[in-house]
């Protein structure tokens, strides 16, 4: 149980160029996503917390302009990187928590492979 | 920066020997997990340890807390082949949200 997907896995776009990405919590009701990205070789860095029917609160550093976040669902958040450059290209991951399983644990997608060009 | 960090960054074992990566924080803690990332890969979560427990175990791994010194170990026993992955500690905090704070990762190999 507690599976979380991810579409697309992932996605190639020219500069200039807007990418929704969607995280989907398939057999849980997600009150709570989180958005990460992971530059190569590196750990993953939170981009924001977003819980349903509100909004996101961003990480310090994280434009928020740039980073759209809905969370319109218990089942389905999205992220849409606004005007891509090529140092958006990086790997987003969301992950999310419910009440059922407990909240303490995030489950996370698969990630989504963004390259900028 | 709250990023935890990890230590040693990289690991070679040999199969069937021991593994252990060591997590150091600078917060206080709801909790602490363990993750493990193939590569290009999601997180696939091994264990959580809350912050007052000192110890737990889950099959092969065995993870220990030390709140006093802001510090966590992971120890996997009898490594295998398919253990070849990133491994990374993640620090629980905050209230209501409990969001994670990951560290910098251990890459680790075992050897055949």
């Known amino acids: 149980g507690a599976v979380v997907s991810q579409h697309p896995s992932w996605v190639i776009c020219k500069s200039g160029t807007s990418v929704k990405i969607e995280c989907r919590s398939l057999?849980?009701?997600?009150?709570?996503m989180f958005w990460y990205r992971q530059f190569p070789k590196q750990s993953l860095m939170l981009m924001a917390t977003s819980n349903e029917g509100s909004k996101a609160t961003y990480e310090q550093g994280v434009e928020k302009d740039k980073f759209l976040i809905n969370h319109a669902s218990l089942t389905l958040s999205t992220l849409t990187v606004t005007s891509a450059h090529p140092e958006d290209s990086s790997f987003y991951i969301c992950s999310g928590t419910g009440r059922s399983p407990p909240t303490d644990t995030q489950y996370f997608g698969p990630g989504t492979r963004l390259t900028v060009l | 920066s709250q990023q935890g960090e990890e230590d040693p960054q990289a690991l070679s074992i040999q199969e069937g020997e021991n593994a252990t990566m060591n997590c150091s924080y600078k917060?206080?803690?709801?909790?602490l997990q363990w993750y493990r990332q193939n590569s290009g890969r999601g997180l696939v979560h091994l264990i959580l340890i809350r912050s007052n427990e000192r110890e737990k175990h889950s099959g092969r791994l065995r993870v220990t807390l030390d709140t006093s010194k802001k510090s966590s170990s992971l120890l996997i026993t009898a490594s295998r082949a398919a253990d070849t992955a990133s491994y990374f500690c993640?620090?629980?905090?905050?209230?209501?949200?409990?969001?994670?704070?990951f560290g910098t990762g251990t890459l680790l190999a075992v050897q055949p």
């Open positions: 917060t206080s803690i709801n909790n």
């Open positions: 057999d849980f009701q997600a009150t709570t």
């Open positions: 993640a620090t629980g905090i905050g209230g209501a949200t409990n969001k994670l704070i």
